[in-house]
């Protein structure tokens, strides 16, 4: 059975079926299918055009079954262990906003910290995170596990520039020859959760794909990374509202509520004639249709959000990180936390040329103390007990 994976990004104290429900509901391919749309950035999908999840047939079955049920092997090495990883994506809805390179120097701030870590490009089809950390082009990453050309996630992995983090590269194949089906995303999700790791980093791709949204929303914590530009601003907005659009789609599944319930609440909030926020007709809806609208509205009120504003020049540039927490409560019902900003530095173009994390290369830099401050903070809110006198240490 998998491990369930918490309703509340970055509310890892309360637990929830809702990770459960959803792989059950795919599993099962019960009856009444899930619409996965193809969401674009200029804004949310019509709810009408869907592509369905694909049927599992039963080879399908038995390879996902053999991959959620432990052997015994595994069952007597989960009693030793006394923590499964906790898992953190990075997403953002535009390219080139840092994402990549965050990933790999929160990463390796972790690693210096004292925790095992991994991180996985997600990136599929145009996967660089290993530039960044400075290893070279992987020969086999998550696509070949996700096709079976190897056996275990594990084997896809690369030692980094320290003992205790490891690279999972996303590989260089074009999306359209990825397309991983229900069934191979949930047997990678499952093994995500049983990374011998105290954290795993997600760096997901650029935009609002399907595959993007589930990765964000599956996993423990989500951090948004925003640019001060106008562009990244609003594709941002764009990926919050896919993300409360995609996740009331999962709960709907996962909880089996009437499908007109569902299209009703979800044109409610995609209408872009409605002069309401997307969050207020969560409440009216709940308000009309008590039992469901409390338990949608609960689910996202739980799902906390992280904001990071990369390349700051300004304090204005900052201050808008601060607005976005704001308007990501407000308008979306989500409790999100601005986890702080990045002041623009020429160390960071200098370390991507050399292919050298800048955390390494330029300790002293603005940026590296700033990404010190921000992963300082995501470890606050995940933090276990056996390490937590490494980050006293480290001050």
Request: contains cysteine; aromatic residues 8%; proline residues 4%.
């Amino acid at each position: 059975m998998l491990k369930t994976v918490a309703k509340g990004i970055f509310n890892t104290k309360e637990s929830s079926d809702f990770t459960e429900r959803i792989i059950k509901a795919y599993y099962n391919n019960q009856n009444k299918k899930i619409t996965e749309n193809n969401f674009n950035d200029s804004y949310i999908p019509n709810i009408n055009e869907s592509e369905s999840f694909a049927p599992l047939n039963q080879s399908e079955k038995a390879d996902l079954h053999s991959h959620t049920q432990p052997s015994k092997k595994e069952l007597t090495d989960s009693k030793s262990t006394s923590h499964s990883p906790q898992i953190i994506s990075i997403g953002g809805g535009k390219g080139g906003i840092g994402k990549s390179f965050l990933s790999a120097n929160i990463c390796v701030r972790l690693a210096t910290l004292g925790y095992k870590v991994s991180v996985v490009d997600l990136d599929l089809g145009a996967a660089n995170l290993h530039t960044c950390l400075g290893v070279p082009t992987p020969r086999s990453g998550i696509s070949d596990f996700i096709h079976g050309n190897v056996s275990t996630l594990e084997e896809t992995g690369i030692p980094c520039c320290l003992p205790n983090l490891t690279l999972y590269g996303g590989g260089q194949e074009f999306w359209q020859q990825i397309k991983p089906q229900s069934s191979q995303k949930i047997k990678l999700i499952s093994k995500l959760q049983e990374l011998d790791a105290d954290y795993v980093f997600l760096d997901l791709g650029a935009g609002t794909h399907i595959h993007t949204l589930d990765f964000f929303i599956f996993s423990h914590g989500g951090i948004l990374v925003v640019a001060p530009e106008p562009t990244s601003i609003e594709n941002a907005y764009v990926f919050m509202k896919s993300v409360l659009y995609r996740k009331i789609q999962s709960i709907c599944k996962g909880f089996e509520i009437d499908e007109a319930l569902e299209n009703e609440l979800l044109q409610r909030i995609s209408s872009p004639r409605s002069s309401e926020t997307p969050f207020s007709q969560l409440v009216s809806f709940s308000q009309k249709n008590r039992e469901v609208g409390k338990l949608i509205k609960e689910m996202i009120e739980a799902t906390n959000i992280g904001i990071i504003m990369n390349q700051v020049r300004t304090k204005e540039d900052r201050d808008l990180g601060e607005s976005m927490s704001v308007i990501c409560s407000r308008y979306f019902g989500f409790s999100s936390q601005f986890l702080g900003s990045t002041r623009y530095d020429d160390a960071v173009w200098k370390s991507v040329r050399v292919r050298r994390p800048l955390i390494l290369d330029y300790p002293l830099s603005a940026i590296a103390v700033n990404i010190n401050q921000i992963t300082d903070k995501i470890t606050k809110m995940f933090i276990q007990d056996d390490k937590k006198d490494n980050i006293e240490k480290a001050g």
